[in-house]
């Protein structure tokens, strides 16, 4: 009786062992032989990296010009944006490894990537929120905002804690205004506070407010001097809307933990880094900038916990020599071939089909035995 259904010879061990030995030299090429992907928005990245770059060099030079040295304990990469253990208008303790991994001018790429998520366009209004105790990210909301062409509403501190922007003769208002002169930034801020507890330089020695005042002065900024912290959180909240003239407010930054613009040190814990679209739980309470705007339905990029911002996105955590522009994850990927990929996949089906389907190894065996040597006819006696 003639056979009606196909059935497969036996596969061996051996051609089963050929298919899995094909299978993982796949896996193993695919692992190995990864393509770089460039990230979205990877030219302003970069062009935003570049101009904080070039911030940083300037005031490096305005440093070496005015006479003031660089303690490489403190700043090992001698970048010229760390600043003194202690100056009579520092505030508060800082963490001076955060403050070496910040002069990493690629933060202003991370800047560029939060604001294009928040779908934040040329001539957009952002409300910024900044304090002296680091100036270097700073630098980098300027850069990114400058590079996309956003129209920034800034309000700094003119105190700084430990290791930040704390030297009396060049702090973070000085700063920006020396780099709008040098032409590196239009972007400069509209008001000023002395910062620190209440608001109001609390802490900060008499003569250390008497220099904040006088660098809030040569600033030209308008002075926040509000009697309580609700007055001071309440008088910002009016200067943003006042310079915005009715325009909406797409986005706050908030850079460091300024009292009035996170509420409390609970606040500063609570906020997640990067961008918050909602109240955390147990914020709600708390009155500040940043519980204001979200409340408005206003998304808050809040830059803290900076060594864990720079571990999630491929920033180096030690600082002998200031990163250059385009390093880190922010700008590219190593992804998966994906043409690699399917080709092995398409093989390995192909050989599963050829030595199940189609008895390969079968009609190998039998064209073997079919050349191989003849024995010789016996001879007749």
């Known amino acids: 009786m003639t056979k009606v259904f196909w059935r497969p010879h036996k596969v061996s061990r051996i051609e089963l062992g050929l298919v899995t030995i094909l299978a993982l030299a796949g896996v193993v090429g695919v692992e190995r032989f990864t393509v770089v992907e460039k990230q979205d928005f990877y030219a302003e990245k970069l062009e935003a990296a570049r101009k904080a770059r070039r911030a940083f060099e300037t005031i490096r030079n305005e440093r070496i010009a005015r006479g003031h040295t660089f303690d490489t304990e403190v700043d090992p990469a001698q970048t010229g944006m760390v600043g003194l253990l202690m100056s009579p208008v520092t505030t508060n303790s800082g963490h001076l490894p955060s403050k070496q991994i910040s002069v990493n001018p690629n933060f202003a790429a991370l800047v560029v990537h939060y604001l294009r998520r928040l779908q934040v366009e040329e001539g957009d209004v952002v409300a910024v929120g900044l304090s002296g105790s680091f100036p270097a990210i700073n630098i980098s909301v300027f850069a990114a905002l400058e590079t996309i062409g956003a129209h920034p509403i800034v309000i700094s501190s003119a105190s700084a804690s430990q290791f930040g922007a704390n030297d009396p003769d060049l702090v973070w208002l000085d700063m920006e205004r020396l780099l709008q002169e040098r032409g590196v930034f239009t972007t400069r801020s509209v008001a000023t506070s002395r910062g620190g507890i209440e608001d109001k330089g609390l802490g900060v020695t008499r003569v250390g407010r008497a220099l904040l005042d006088e660098a809030m002065k040569r600033s030209g900024a308008r002075v926040i001097k509000s009697g309580t912290y609700a007055e001071s959180v309440a008088e910002r909240m009016s200067i943003y809307n006042e310079v915005a003239e009715g325009r909406p407010i797409k986005a706050y930054i908030n850079v460091g933990g300024g009292t009035t613009s996170v509420g409390t040190k609970v606040g500063k814990r609570l906020f997640k880094p990067g961008i918050n679209r909602s109240l955390p739980d147990g914020t709600r309470d708390i009155d500040s900038v940043m519980t204001r705007f979200v409340v408005e339905g206003v998304p808050v990029i809040h830059l803290v916990k900076i060594a864990d911002l720079a571990q ?67 001879q007749m006696v």
């Open 312 to 378: 999630r996105y491929g920033f180096p955590l030690t600082m002998d020599s200031m990163p250059a522009a385009g390093q880190g994850r922010i700008f590219t990927r190593e992804v998966y071939n994906e043409w690699l990929a399917a080709g092995i996949v398409a093989v390995v089906l192909l050989a599963l089909i050829g030595f199940v389907r189609m008895d390969w190894g079968f009609r190998v065996f039998k064209m073997t035995r079919s050349r191989g040597p003849r024995k010789a006819p016996e």
